[in-house]
């Protein structure tokens, strides 16, 4: 894992942990056969995912909260 790629991708996704699920899960996409979004010299899938998210190619969005949810969230928020 190329830590420069990393870094770049840590300013577009400051989360840790959202950025690992959205590397992991382009990653995957891209040993199944899907066609990177960037050019890359390295080959490996994770590189090109975090590359992919740095150049803002890959991004997330959180889903719909389910209302049980969301009382649950501001319950243990408080």
């Known amino acids: ?9 840590k300013k577009v996704i400051a989360d840790p942990k ?3 699920i959205v590397a992991a899960k382009r990653a995957k ?5 899907a066609r ?3 050019k890359c010299k390295d080959e490996n899938h994770l590189d090109i995912a975090l590359l ?3 150049e803002g190619k890959v991004g997330f969005e ?5 209302k049980a949810e969301a ?3 501001q319950q243990t928020e408080a």
């Open 1 to 9: 894992m190329n830590n420069a790629y990393v870094e770049r991708a």
């Open 18 to 20: 959202i950025l690992s």
């Open 29 to 33: 996409q891209l040993a199944l056969g």
């Open 36 to 38: 990177p979004m960037v």
């Open 52 to 54: 992919e998210i740095a």
């Open 62 to 66: 959180y889903g719909p909260v389910v």
């Open 71 to 73: 009382e649950e969230q």
